[in-house]
């Protein structure tokens, strides 16, 4: 039965959210499956936990989208998230769902799966607030250089700062949920941490392309927002940038797992 209400609400949720234009079909798509699932298996708490993230970021892409103009064209997709980005970002955390259906006890099964969400959600609030920096961003594997804003694998005060907040703003309510507060520190670390291997990769692996029009780095392939063409210049061509999330989310997770199991 509870399965049901969970499809119910993600269908209404999903649909709110392509008529907003934070979703195109496919993300709507996506996004219904990971709401019935993480509502049907986990409830309200586990729900919660996931629409903080989903509200939030989908709300700051909004928010700055007249303050980013012009750098769109460095990501990859514009702010109607698709199937590829839902599941990137909420991939883990459905199959963490899945997992407490399996292990109900689990407090571990949590931990990963707010910090999985945590890490997402650091991950946005630096890219959506990170470019409001007064300064160009600096490269993460070598921070002397200097890179133009919305550039994968940079990073900034202000972005990290967001990125805390961002990754805070899950795992307070995780906390609190799971009556624990020596989770909130955890989970907003490992949500940090998760966001910092984000731009790691960024800024070493992740596949990056070159439109020979505007002579411009850029995420998208095959085409620019000009149409061109681009051209494979670095990076592994497979971990585009919904791996790349998912990667983070991961690692997030994982922090935070082994520091519930050590701690
Ligand atoms: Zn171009």
Redesign the pocket.
């Known amino acids: 039965m509870q399965i049901l209400y969970g499809f119910i609400l993600a269908l209404i949720t999903a649909f709110l959210a392509y008529r907003a234009h934070s979703l195109a079909k496919s993300g709507a798509f996506a996004a219904t499956i990971v709401g019935t699932v993480v509502f049907g298996v986990g409830g309200w708490e586990w729900t919660i936990v996931l629409l903080i993230f989903f509200i939030t970021s989908s709300g700051l892409s909004r928010a700055f989208k007249k303050r980013k103009q012009g750098l769109d064209?460095k990501f990859s997709k514009g702010h109607e998230r698709d199937a590829g980005q839902v599941f990137g970002n909420g991939g883990l955390a459905t199959l963490l769902a899945l997992f407490h259906a399996l292990y109900p006890d689990s407090i571990v099964v949590w931990v990963g799966f707010a910090a999985s969400l945590a890490a997402v959600n650091a991950d946005t609030w630096a890219t959506e607030l990170g470019v409001l920096n007064p300064t160009p961003p600096r490269v993460i594997a070598d921070l002397r250089k200097h890179v133009e804003k919305g550039t994968s694998g940079g990073v900034s005060l202000f972005g990290t700062f967001a990125s805390l907040l961002g990754a805070s703003a899950v795992a307070l309510p995780a906390a609190w949920f799971a009556d624990s507060w020596f989770l909130f520190p955890l989970i907003t670390l490992a949500g940090l941490a998760g966001s910092l291997f984000d731009s790691l990769l960024g800024a070493t692996v992740q596949a990056m392309y070159y439109?020979p029009?505007?002579q411009?780095e850029?995420e998208k392939h095959p085409f620019?927002?000009?149409?061109?063409n681009?051209v494979h210049i670095r990076g592994w061509e497979w971990l585009d940038n919904d791996w790349v999330n998912f990667a983070c989310s991961a690692f997030g997770g994982l922090v935070a797992v082994l520091g519930t199991l050590l701690l």
């Open positions: 064209e439109c029009t505007d411009k850029t620019h927002t000009c149409g061109a681009t």
